[in-house]
């Protein structure tokens, strides 16, 4: 069974950094582009940023660019969002989520941890 | 990137059928067949409802049905069920290797 299990949320000042995990089972990272999808509190989903398969390359939203780094170990099936300069509007439930190369989106998602900025 | 435009809301009784829509204007959306569907219960993970704007992924009920005209892509639920009340995420995969959601549409059996 596909598992995609986060961790590493919590409560943190404006301008402080967490770093988030991802931790996979069922199947093995290597063979995918990862993702980390948020949604703050009662609203909709947004894409935040990607990796591919071999860690060559990331993608970023504006919103997050130059403060969010995204990474991953595929040794350990793991997948890593480090976030800088937290600000009161990257309050969300951030989740995990596996792409599908030939479905084109994102077939899998954890069940999100939660980040909190506030002072 | 071009945000994806939904409905807030739609409704329906049991056994009815609804539409909901979402409207985009990138090339990606207009001219590939990209775009997918997510079903968000409370609390919940979103689950993957349609990929590729009609295809059905394994175990999802033959009740869920896309389409996509020009630049609007739809879901449609036959036989409106009491489980089917969930929020509803239009998605397209976009430019830079990146993803756009629609702001979603909350679905409410009456």
């Known amino acids: 069974e596909v598992q995609l299990v986060e961790s590493g949320g919590g409560l943190v000042q404006p301008g402080g950094s967490l770093r988030l995990s991802c931790v996979a089972s069922?199947?093995?990272?290597?063979?995918?582009?990862m993702n980390w999808v948020r949604q703050a509190p009662g609203k909709g989903l947004e894409w935040i940023s990607s990796?591919?398969?071999?860690?060559?390359?990331?993608y970023y939203a504006a919103s997050v660019k130059g403060r969010f780094t995204i990474a991953r170990d595929n040794a350990k099936n793991s997948l890593f969002l480090h976030l800088n300069s937290l600000r009161v509007e990257d309050t969300a439930l951030y989740y995990c989520?596996?792409?599908?190369?030939?479905?084109?989106?994102?077939?899998?998602w954890g069940q999100g941890t939660l980040v909190t900025v506030s002072s | 990137q071009s945000a994806l435009t939904q409905p807030a809301s739609v409704s329906g009784s049991p056994g009815q059928s609804i539409t909901i829509s979402c409207t985009g204007t990138?090339?990606?959306?207009?001219?590939?067949?990209?775009v997918s569907w997510f079903q968000q219960h409370p609390d919940k993970a979103p689950r993957l409802i349609i990929y590729?704007?009609?295809q059905r992924p394994s175990g999802v009920s033959f009740r869920f049905s896309g389409s996509k005209s020009g630049n609007t892509a739809s879901l449609t639920i036959s036989g409106l069920q009491a489980e089917d009340e969930a929020d509803y995420y239009c998605?397209?995969?976009?430019?830079?290797?990146?993803?756009?959601f629609g702001a979603g549409t909350r679905v409410t059996v009456l």
């Open positions: 989520a596996r792409e599908n190369v030939l479905m084109v989106t994102c077939d899998s």
């Open positions: 069922g199947f093995t990272i290597s063979n995918h582009n």
């Open positions: 990796i591919t398969a071999s860690g060559s390359a990331t």
């Open positions: 990138s090339n990606s959306f207009v001219n590939y067949n990209l």
């Open positions: 590729e704007v009609t």
């Open positions: 998605c397209s995969y976009a430019d830079g290797s990146s993803y756009v």
